[in-house]
């Protein structure tokens, strides 16, 4: 099994269940089916670029955290009441964490932690 296929698919399944989503919650959102869900969390088969960019807006973490090269990171807290969590709420929570992350991101710039260039 190929190691960084397993990082990965560990930290999905941990920042899925610090999200307490299920993987039939998450694989609807990345229209794909659930036991390709679970291949990924098992380090058995790999996600797409896309996909994991859009992983890492809905948990609200930079890329780096799948690769295992930064700690989890503490993720937005907001309120959703909902029975069920479907695909239009994930698209929800993925455009609070965007516009989060992307807060965080302008903060560090201003503050000088990042080289732009």
């Known amino acids: 099994m190929n190691e960084r296929l397993e ?6 399944k941990a920042l899925r269940e610090q999200y307490g989503f299920t ?3 998450i694989a609807n959102y990345l229209k794909v089916d659930q036991s390709f869900l679970s ?8 996600l797409t670029s896309d996909m994991l960019d859009k ?8 890329l780096t955290v799948f690769e295992g090269k930064e ?7 907001f ?8 695909e239009e709420d994930l698209e929800a929570i993925s ?3 965007r516009i ?10 201003l503050e000088g932690d990042h080289v732009v260039g």
């Open 23 to 25: 993987q039939t919650n």
């Open 100 to 109: 989060a992350l992307n807060c965080n991101f302008l903060v560090q710039l």
């Open 71 to 77: 700690d989890m990171t503490k993720p937005v807290i």
């Open 55 to 62: 992983l890492a807006v809905l948990f609200g973490v930079p």
């Open 95 to 97: 455009a609070i964490n």
């Open 7 to 12: 990082i990965i698919g560990k930290k999905i």
């Open 79 to 86: 309120a959703l009441r909902a029975s069920e969590i479907d």
């Open 39 to 46: 291949m990924v969390e098992n380090g058995k088969r790999a």
